[in-house]
């Protein structure tokens, strides 16, 4: 998945990658100026790394990640992501969400509802479904 082809997909606004069967994603979305969907449910991501600047929704549901992936907050238009069924099991309190959030799933996560309460408390403005 390293070498996406800029020129020939240069106008992609969604990308359908859903069980692909995928247990790393790690790419550089930068050149893709319209794209604004991922979907990458379905598969067994324990490891999930991008960098864009267009991205307005992520579908990371039903993988297998055990944390809030990192490249989040340098996601600066991500207005939503499903991380629901999953194995993340705490949220950290130096996590740090983009601005831009308005809704998180996090149901079907073994998260402790007192650390959910917490992150909500911390982020009022975000939407968090559990």
């Known amino acids: 998945m390293d070498n996406l082809e800029t020129g020939i997909l240069e106008n992609l606004e969604v990308l359908y990658l859903s069980r692909c069967q995928f247990t790393t994603f790690e790419i ?3 050149n893709y100026t319209k794209l604004s969907k991922l979907y990458l449910n379905g598969n067994y991501i ?6 864009s600047n267009s991205l307005k929704f992520i579908n990371l549901a039903y ?4 944390s809030l992936p990192d490249c989040l907050v340098s996601l600066t ?3 939503g992501i499903n991380l629901s069924d ?3 099991s705490s949220l950290s309190i130096s996590f740090k ?4 959030l308005n809704w998180i799933d996090l149901s079907g996560n073994p998260i ?3 650390q959910v309460e917490s992150f909500r408390k ?3 403005n975000i939407k968090i479904v559990f």
């Open 97 to 100: 969400l983009p601005k831009s």
């Open 86 to 88: 999953n194995k993340i």
């Open 112 to 114: 402790a509802p007192e």
């Open 28 to 30: 550089n979305l930068i």
């Open 77 to 79: 238009n991500l207005e």
């Open 63 to 66: 993988n297998d990640l055990q």
């Open 46 to 51: 324990k490891h999930f790394n991008i960098n």
């Open 122 to 124: 911390r982020y009022k």
